[in-house]
């Protein structure tokens, strides 16, 4: 009885200690408003130049839909037009 006693006392012991040495979350650190504005300005001039740079710009579309470039000869643009609704294109244009 007195080592079922000891043992549960070492045992709530130790787990308050483990409690109070827990680390505390942190959180992700504060990017200053010049960083933010840095950031939000590379990010245009990524969107404008291309990822790879000198493209064309990526057209601003509405959250939830997709702009897919295609790049054909003009003998196969009515091919890929049809091709492309078939699949379930909304809007198809020629840039």
Same mark, same amino acid.
Request: hydrophobic share 25%; charged share 25%.
């Given at each position: 009885m007195r080592t079922l006693l000891m043992a549960s006392l070492l045992t709530l012991s130790a787990l308050a200690l483990a409690q109070q040495q827990a680390p505390q979350p942190q959180s992700p650190p504060q990017q200053s408003a010049e960083e933010q504005a840095k950031q939000k300005e590379l990010q245009e001039r990524i969107r404008v130049e291309g990822a790879a740079g000198g493209t064309a710009p990526v057209?601003?579309?509405?959250?939830? /839909?997709? @702009?897919?470039? /295609?790049? @054909? $000869?003009?003998?196969?643009?009515?091919?890929?037009?049809?091709?492309?609704?078939? $699949?379930?294109?909304?809007?198809v244009k020629k840039l």
């Open positions: 057209p601003e579309v509405e959250p939830g /839909v997709i @702009c897919l470039r /295609v790049r @054909c $000869t003009s003998e196969q643009e009515d091919g890929a037009g049809r091709q492309l609704q078939q $699949t379930g294109a909304v809007n």
